[in-house]
């Protein structure tokens, strides 16, 4: 029996491989954003845009992150030791800007005399804030399996721009939020559901800075406009 293939037949194993390369799918990358597409509610809609109000402007940021998690990638914990780099899986921008956008969004939506606008870097404003919200992720965990959950530990202070702690009537606190998700069957399924549970730990934690932010805001914007 020969033990070489004959040119037919490596011609036909060449197309054998070929297909079979073409054939393998390859995983794409999927994007995640914290913020969030809700629709404004009537009330908001009748606002005047962020830049145009006559009320106290808080600036949401500074924010920093974990290290483990400052990356483009999804970071998930699998047990108490382990994490899991997900390169398929990543943020559609940096984490700290998300995270800044998403507590922008939610405090504006609390705040009944003032507007919330992000930290942006290197960007023109049309008004100087009046309130600086300085934000520290502590923790930022995404934990996978039966128990999946997401659990986000928040610490901030509001002052006044430009003042110290003891004259600006500094607000500061620390908010920890803990949200259970349900498992999902399908694999992007679950983990967009992980990524909307800190879009809602977020919100909740914005609701807790809000009303400290409402109580130093005027005063901060009244100091301001005396001092020009």
Request: charged share 20%; proline share 6%.
């Amino acid at each position: 029996m020969p033990t070489c293939c004959t040119p037919a037949i490596a011609r036909y194993l060449l197309v054998a491989v070929l297909c079979i390369g073409g054939c393998a799918t390859v995983a794409r990358e999927r994007f995640y954003s914290l913020a969030d597409a809700v629709q404004p509610l009537p009330e908001e809609a009748a606002r005047p845009p962020k830049g145009q109000r006559t009320g106290y402007v808080v600036q949401v940021g500074p924010v920093s992150v974990p290290e483990l998690v400052d990356r483009a990638q999804l970071v998930v914990r699998d047990g108490p030791h382990e994490v899991a780099i997900l390169e398929q899986h990543r943020w559609a921008a940096t984490l700290a800007s998300d995270v800044s956008h998403t507590l922008a969004n939610a405090i504006d939506r609390a705040l009944t005399g003032g507007a919330a606008l992000p930290y942006e870097t290197g960007q023109a404003v049309t008004r100087e804030p009046d309130v600086v919200l300085a934000v520290a992720v502590l923790r930022f965990d995404t934990l996978v399996g039966s128990a999946a959950a997401v659990d986000d530990d928040i610490a901030w202070s509001a002052r006044c721009r430009g003042g110290s702690a003891a004259t600006s009537g500094e607000k500061n606190g620390v908010e920890k939020i803990h949200l259970p998700v349900a498992e999902h069957g399908h694999e992007a399924a679950a983990y967009s559901a992980l990524v909307a549970a800190h879009a809602r730990a977020l919100a909740a934690a914005a609701a807790a800075m809000a009303p400290a932010i409402e109580a130093i805001g005027p005063s901060c914007a009244g100091s301001r406009g005396s001092a020009r």
